[in-house]
Antibody, heavy 120, light 111 residues
Framework: QLRLQESGPGLVKPSETLSLTCTVS??????????WGWIRQPPGEGLEWIGS???????YQNSSLKSRATISVDTSRNQFSLRLTSVTAADTAVYYC????????????WGQGTLVTVSS | QSVLTQPPSVSGAPGQRVTISCTGS?????????VQWYQQLPGAAPKLLIY???NRPSGVPDRFSGSKSDTSASLAITGLQAEDEADYYC???????????FGGGTKLSVL
C-alpha cells in the first residue's frame, strides 16, 4: 500500500524559508507516469494547489506564489520536497503531499498533512 | 474567490439524495478539463471520491456519483448516511491561470 508522509518544522519565523519533505513508501516515485504534488489548506479554509513535479524534474507551479515556491525531487531517497521563501502569516496552513494521476487529474494518495505555523 | 464555485453548505436527512454543484467556465470545465471530487472528514486529509467527472476509485461506494453539464459538474450522494457528513471539494485545471484549481468547498450536514 502506497504511503506518503510529510516532515519538516512545524514553526517558521516570518521572512524565513519553509522546508518540507514528502517521503514515499510502498512504491517507487519513478514508477509509471504519476506526478507528485503539494497542496495546502489554511486553518478553516479551502484547498490550494502549490505545485507538482515528475520524477524527471519537470515542474508545474501555482503562479500566485510568485516564484517563492521551489519543488524538487530526490529519486534516490524516494522523496520530493517543497521550499517556500519569505513566508508570512498567510502561509500558515496544513501542507499535504499527494500522488497525482496526472497534473490535471486526481490526487489519489495523500499524506496525513503537517501544520506549519508562521510566527515569531 | 475560487475559480470553481460551490455552494457553501448543503444538508439532507438520512436516506435522502443530495447534490453538490461545481460551476466553472470556458477556461476549465467548459474546455474539457476533468473534474475530480474529494471528501474531507474533520481532521483528515482529503480523499478522492470521483475522478474524470464520473469515475469512482476502488472502494468508493456507488452511492457517490458524478456528472457534467457544459461548464459545470455535480456530485450526487444517495442514501445519505451520518458518516457522509464532511466537506466536499471539486478540482479541475484552468488554462487562464495555468494551474490546478479547487472549488471553495461545500459542507454537507446530515440532519
Amino acid at each position: 500500500q502506497l504511503r506518503l508522509q510529510e516532515s519538516g518544522p512545524g514553526l517558521v519565523k516570518p521572512s524565513e524559508t519553509l522546508s518540507l519533505t514528502c517521503t514515499v513508501s510502498g512504491g517507487s516515485i519513478t514508477g509509471s507516469t504519476y506526478y507528485w504534488g503539494w497542496i495546502r489548506q489554511p486553518p478553516g479554509e479551502g484547498l490550494e494547489w502549490i505545485g507538482s513535479i515528475y520524477y524527471s524534474g519537470n515542474v508545474y507551479q501555482n503562479s500566485s506564489l510568485k516564484s517563492r515556491a521551489t519543488i524538487s525531487v530526490d529519486t534516490s531517497r524516494n522523496q520530493f520536497s517543497l521550499r517556500l521563501t519569505s513566508v508570512t502569516a498567510a502561509d500558515t496552513a496544513v501542507y499535504y503531499c499527494a500522488r497525482e494521476i496526472t497534473v490535471t487529474g486526481g490526487r489519489d494518495y495523500w499524506g496525513q498533512g503537517t501544520l506549519v505555523t508562521v510566527s515569531s | 474567490q475560487s475559480v470553481l464555485t460551490q455552494p457553501p453548505s448543503v444538508s439532507g436527512a438520512p436516506g435522502q439524495r443530495v447534490t453538490i454543484s461545481c460551476t466553472g467556465s470556458s477556461s476549465n470545465i467548459g474546455t474539457g478539463y476533468d473534474v475530480q471530487w474529494y471528501q474531507q472528514l474533520p481532521g483528515a486529509a482529503p480523499k478522492l471520491l470521483i475522478y474524470a467527472f464520473t469515475n469512482r476509485p476502488s472502494g468508493v461506494p456507488d452511492r457517490f456519483s458524478g456528472s457534467k453539464s457544459d461548464t459545470s459538474a455535480s456530485l450526487a450522494i444517495t442514501g445519505l448516511q451520518a458518516e457522509d457528513e464532511a466537506d466536499y471539494y471539486c478540482q479541475s485545471y484552468d488554462n487562464s491561470v495555468n494551474g490546478v484549481v479547487f472549488g471553495g468547498g461545500t459542507k454537507l450536514s446530515v440532519l
